[in-house]
């Protein structure tokens, strides 16, 4: 007999988001909800809390490294939680278009 398993949870919900699933299938690694392409360490919507050693990279940064040509297709506009996925780190999904003008976000815009 054959068995396949599957854990589809977050670190941090039982039930995970587009965000946090993204970088577990594209980088390997599972995360917190609503964030993209960083470790568990890094609290939602906390500028403060990110720092460069927790950023992922994915499938398409091996790929790069590998000497491979990349590319993003999608049907929804490229910033949106899943396609991101492949070149973000974030805390937060839903800062698509700005990062919060807070004095502890200025080292990520």
Known sequence: P???????????????????TATAYLAGVKTGTYTIGITAEAERDNCSSLTDDMKINSI???SLEAGKSVGVVTSTRVTHATPAGTYAHTVERNWEGAVPDKPECDHIK
């Open 2 to 20: 054959n068995v396949a398993l599957s854990r589809t949870y977050n670190v941090d919900h039982q039930t995970a988001d587009s965000a946090s």
């Open 60 to 62: 398409l940064d091996w």
